[in-house]
């Protein structure tokens, strides 16, 4: 191929979804860890069943009731207090500490983001965290009013990227979008984050791992600095 | 409404899905209850995935990815030793103890099952658990080639059973599947399974509360035996 787009996903790739944990446990002493994962795994079940009954909210509103449901799940009430710093957090994650350094050896080629967050929410993110120095173009899947792995997100880089699917290196942390993303086309590398730490929380063990889905990536890497060594 | 059919999802609601439990731990000593609960988190999540790929694989295939990646998950190798007495245990879930009883009194209603099972899976199971006897008619989602909360699911009852979405009571203990069901149009019982001991696994703090999707179902219930006060 002719690598001509590096497209990341954004939550879990670039940047830490469980950098909210410090928050989280500090607003609810005790609590922090379960809330956070808890979170994460109703955040991205709601993204697929909200596309499944074909009732769209964007990732704003789903992030917000994926915290209200984990809020409650750790015996909290979601009250304002305890709601906006949290949600505030989602503006202001921190990338993981390889970003920037991996962006800035990478920023020869076109990078662009393909991420279920809002319009609003990546533009806030790449600006808060300055990203936005080397990421082009952030494409939000709101244009398809689905979530991935449904292909009509991934469908939405071409037209945007003026690139052909061919062209596109596709890259994830997500196992599961890794998944969508090679169905659809792309050729993906898998970021296989995480140690046998994160692999006992309970996130690590739902989804801290390869899919039993087929579609197996074509590159599986240990983080964003093993990227260029992968380019032509 | 006039009630004419009663449908009722079949895993979590009529059948025990945590009944496989001993067996596990049985074959995989110390990681019965791991693996029992990855199992069905990603059962359940590798229908919405697959469904949202648009790369429909039947039930029997899905729970068999699902127990492949939660026994890798738990360190144990998927050799054909442990995997088929697990997937045939499947075929022979245990109806919750309320189950014939509550069936039986509800016998001057039409019966059925709306249930993410293949055909084949189903009818094995209605066998052999002797719920045949008042169970008239079992709908797989295999006509939809969808899984639930996909609203084709729900729209092959009417045509099976000759009735109207507003002549149904649904019925389910899965919080995600009584709001599709509310969300399509039935009246929709939602049993509330579990102790406060159930919600402190992983799939209870899960998936053991009601979803924050909108579509609150009209009835919360604790047991089976809870339907016939609803009935007019």
């Not at 789903?62 to 909290?76: C, M, P, Q, W």
């Not at 709601?83 to 994650?93: F, K, T, V």
């Not at 970003?99 to 993110?125: F, T, V, W």
């Not at 692999?199 to 899919?211: D, K, S, W």
């Amino acid at each position: 191929m002719t690598l001509r787009a590096l497209v990341f996903d954004a939550y879990g790739t670039l940047y830490d979804v469980q950098s909210v944990l410090a928050k989280a446990e500090a607003l609810c002493p005790g609590k922090g860890e379960v809330i956070t994962q808890i979170w994460r795994l109703k955040q991205l079940e709601y993204t697929w069943l909200r596309s499944l009954m074909l009732e769209y909210e964007d990732f704003w509103e789903v992030t917000g009731a994926a915290l209200d449901f984990a809020l409650r799940a750790a015996g909290v009430e979601p009250t304002d207090a305890i709601r906006e710093p949290l949600m505030d957090n989602y503006l202001h994650l921190d990338p993981y500490p390889e970003a920037q350094a991996a962006l800035a050896a990478l920023a020869a080629h076109k990078l662009a983001i393909l991420s279920n967050g809002s319009p609003r929410m990546l533009e806030e993110l790449l600006r808060n965290s300055r990203l936005d120095r080397w990421i082009e173009t952030a494409i939000s899947v709101d244009g398809a009013r689905a979530y991935k792995p449904h292909p009509s997100c991934y469908a939405l880089v071409e037209p945007a990227l003026g690139v052909q699917k061919e062209e596109v290196l596709f890259v994830s942390s997500n196992s599961f979008d890794a998944v969508g993303a090679k169905a659809f086309g792309f050729e993906v590398a898998w970021i296989r984050r995480g140690s046998g730490d994160a692999l006992a929380t309970m996130f690590g063990m739902v989804r801290g791992r390869a899919e039993e889905l087929g579609h197996a990536p074509d590159h599986t890497i240990s983080a964003l600095t093993d990227l260029p060594k992968l380019l032509p």
